[in-house]
């Protein structure tokens, strides 16, 4: 049987949604960081100089890999762009921040997944609590929704009154765009893709200190949940740091599974800094969480990393690598997001309308790419008249062969060819599938 196209249909369910969850008292929860984004705006011509003054050598990147001078940032930078990648690493030096703003017009953003996760779904009109790391006005600004909270005390409070006289956590991000020109020594390489880079010079996140009002609130049995998203972890370095999060954070998610069964617990994979603390905060956290969330290059490399190499793009190497990762990690099922299509591939959730969340995750990142910014229903449904990515009807189609007694849903993303906007797109689309939770 064909793809249906459902986008629609789930669009005007969501007013239903939203009065029924709000009268059942439970909310999305979002941990655990935030901070602004530096957006640099992309600008082909001005990267080209800086790779024409401080290219020494091939593009190449090494494991543990940080940009402590220009020279680093031309040879780790232009290694990803000219594979269209995405990828995070850190700026050792302020002198680099500095180069890069005088470069590079810029504005500012949110950053951190459950950050901007929290404002994609609180401009649709669902109410959420986020943890924050960054609690500056400009980020607390960013999220001030109606229904948007924070915790203080034994309070869920708006988030704008949660908010402190502090400097905002900066977060460098460069964004590039599909088939501009890079010069590489003596020759001109197109960008495949467009994507994004996060270059951080920042030092809260290399620990992540958890909110211990936040952490008691949401293991109270009294306190509705519906949803939990682990997820901001990717910029600590250090293992035994990583550790200490941990043993800080196994009895709190034991607590808020027990107390709370009916909530689904969501952990969001992402690039990280340090691929030791990858392995051990997936380990872990897939304990307790029912859904492991991830993209295509996140997934080719955990396949790697288990001793498999796969091509995503093929669907009977997709299989064996979504088939490895779960018979690594205890979790129920797996959503990958990519920007052709979705997909989720495990057990079937009771009562949940797994189709529901994929379609509406592609919707708001859709609207998201289309625009430049977080979309209310009124701009979701603009997006309604793009066309189904071909490739995502291909795999949709192609996933239908696999011989596996696992649920296997595949949603067509609304395709566009030139995004306005790469940053956050898959951070959007997670927050889009917790409204199937909702």
């Not at 984004?37 to 100089?49: C, F, P």
């Not at 890069?100 to 951190?112: D, P, R």
């Not at 994004?196 to 936040?214: E, G, N, S």
């Not at 995004?419 to 951070?427: H, Q, V």
Request: glycine share 8%.
């Amino acid at each position: 049987m064909p793809y249906t196209d459902r986008y629609g249909s789930y669009l005007d369910a969501m007013p239903g949604q939203i009065a029924a969850g709000k009268e059942s008292q439970k909310t999305p929860v979002f941990a655990y960081t935030s901070n602004l984004d530096v957006v640099l705006k992309w600008d082909a011509e001005t990267y080209n100089r800086i790779l024409d003054q401080y290219l020494k050598e091939e593009p190449s990147v090494h494991e543990g890999d940080r940009i402590r001078t220009l020279e680093d940032f031309a040879r780790i930078t232009c290694f990803y762009l000219m594979r269209g990648l995405g990828g995070n690493f850190d700026i050792t030096e302020n002198a680099i921040c500095e180069f890069l703003k005088e470069q590079f017009h810029s504005e500012y953003s949110l950053g951190g997944t459950c950050a901007q996760g929290a404002s994609a779904i609180g401009t649709m009109g669902f109410p959420v609590s986020v943890h924050l790391t960054d609690k500056s006005r400009e980020v607390c600004g960013m999220l001030d929704h109606d229904g948007t909270t924070v915790i203080r005390g034994n309070r869920m409070i708006p988030v704008s009154e949660g908010s402190e006289t502090k400097f905002p956590v900066y977060h460098f991000i460069l964004q590039f765009k599909k088939d501009d020109e890079i010069r590489v020594f003596d020759r001109k390489v197109k960008i495949p893709l467009s994507n994004r880079m996060i270059l951080f010079f920042d030092t809260i996140h290399k620990k992540v200190p958890v909110d211990a009002d936040f952490l008691r609130y949401w293991e109270d049995p009294g306190h509705g949940i519906s949803s939990y998203l682990i997820s901001g972890f990717d910029a600590v370095i250090d293992p035994k740091i990583m550790e200490e999060r941990l043993q800080e954070l196994e009895p709190h998610l034991d607590r808020v599974k027990k107390n709370h069964p009916n909530a689904v617990l969501y952990f969001e994979g992402a690039f990280y800094m340090n691929p030791a603390v990858k392995d051990l905060s997936a380990k872990v956290f897939c304990r307790y969480a029912d859904i492991l969330g991830t993209n295509e290059e996140e997934l080719t490399e955990q396949t790697e990393r288990f001793g498999i190499k796969i091509d995503a793009s093929k669907p009977e190497e997709l299989f064996r690598g979504l088939t490895l990762l779960l018979s690594e990690y205890p979790v129920k099922g797996i959503i990958l997001h990519t920007k052709d299509y979705a997909m989720y591939f495990g057990e079937e959730l009771p009562h949940i309308d797994i189709e529901e969340g994929l379609t509406i995750g592609n919707l708001m990142a859709g609207t998201r790419a289309r625009i430049g910014k977080y979309g209310t229903p009124e701009e979701c449904r603009e997006t309604l008249s793009l066309p189904p990515s071909s490739t995502g009807l291909a795999m949709a189609e192609e996933v239908k062969k696999w011989k596996t007694d696992r649920m296997t849903v595949v949603v067509p993303s609304k395709y566009l060819e030139y995004p306005k906007y790469t940053i956050g797109l898959g951070d959007t689309f997670v927050s889009g599938v917790h409204t199937c939770f909702f």
